[in-house]
C-alpha cells in the first residue's frame, strides 16, 4: 500500500507497507536507475540480496543495463558466503557493526527500509 498524501512534485515522500509490496517497490526502483545503486545494509542484507531470485534478476536486469551497483554492509562469518556471491557481480565493502538499510540511486533517490527486529525482513 502506497500512502501520497503527503506527496508534492518538489517533495515526494512514499510509505509503503508489507514485505511484499516493498520488495516490488525495490525492483521497480532498478528500472529507474541510469547509472548507479549504492546500498547500505546492515549484517542480514546479504543473505536476503542473495537468496531472493527476482532481487537478483533486477541485479542483472541493471548490470546488464550497465548499472554500477555497490554494497556497503557488516560482512560477519555469518553472512561471509553470501557477501561472496554477491562481489561476483557488484562492488562490495565492509563496515564493522553498521546499522540500518537504505540505497541511493543515481545520486538523486533515496530508500530506506526501517526495519523493526533483525533477521526480519521489511514491512514498513
Known amino acids: 500500500m502506497v500512502d501520497q498524501s503527503n506527496v508534492s512534485d518538489d517533495n515526494r515522500i512514499k510509505i509503503i507497507t508489507g514485505s511484499e509490496n516493498i520488495t516490488n ?3 521497480e526502483s532498478y528500472k529507474r536507475a541510469n547509472r ?3 546500498t547500505c545494509l546492515d549484517f542480514v542484507g546479504p543473505s536476503i540480496v ?10 542483472f536486469e541493471m548490470l546488464q ?5 555497490r554494497f556497503i554492509t557488516d560482512v560477519t562469518k555469518e553472512n561471509i558466503n553470501y557477501c ?10 565492509h563496515i564493522e557493526g553498521i546499522k540500518g538499510n537504505f540505497g541511493i540511486l543515481d ?3 533515496y530508500v530506506i ?12
Not at 116 to 123: D, M, N, R, W
Open 36 to 38: 548507479k545503486m549504492d
Open 25 to 27: 517497490f525495490m525492483l
Open 50 to 59: 542473495a537468496t531472493d531470485h527476482r532481487i537478483m534478476n533486477g541485479v
Open 84 to 93: 561472496k556471491d554477491l562481489m561476483e557481480v557488484c562492488e562490495i565493502r
Open 113 to 124: 527500509h526501517l526495519i523493526h527486529l533483525e533477521s526480519q525482513a521489511p514491512v514498513k
Open 65 to 69: 543495463r550497465g548499472i554500477k551497483i
Open 107 to 109: 545520486e538523486n533517490e
